[in-house]
């Protein structure tokens, strides 16, 4: 089983930085052998996928996060992060990570961590 634990949300005025971690640990589990993926989910929305790295490296970001959002990892430390600049207020969510659904099944969801931007 993978386990994923999120870190480094906050509240921000609108146009700062945030910069997420996704610690994720597992007995055989290597950050760099799956396509992982960013998510968030705003009160009364679904949960979407804003960004994702193949294990190629290769990236993917939604339209509304393109350009602002940067997805990296570490291999050595099995983590993923998601670097934000230039919030906006459409940001507030809470933000997981977990397996880019369009590869394969979803492990089980970490906490999440709250981000909340002010305008």
């Known amino acids: 089983q993978v386990q994923l634990v999120e870190s480094g949300g906050g509240s921000v005025q609108a146009g700062g930085s945030l910069r997420l971690s996704c610690a994720a640990s597992?007995?055989?589990?290597?950050?760099?052998?799956?396509?992982m993926g960013w998510y968030r989910q705003a009160p009364g929305n679904q949960r979407e996928l804003v960004a994702s790295?193949?294990?190629?490296?290769?990236?993917y970001y939604a339209d509304s996060v393109k350009g602002r959002f940067t997805i990296s990892r570490d291999n050595a430390k099995n983590t993923l992060y998601l670097e934000m600049n230039s919030l906006k207020s459409e940001d507030t969510a809470v933000y997981y990570c977990?397996?880019?659904?369009?590869?394969?099944?979803?492990?089980?969801w970490g906490q999440g961590t709250q981000v909340t931007v002010s305008s």
């Open positions: 597992g007995s055989t589990f290597r950050i760099d052998a799956n396509p």
């Open positions: 790295i193949r294990t190629g490296g290769s990236t």
């Open positions: 977990n397996r880019d659904r369009r590869w394969g099944p979803l492990w089980l």
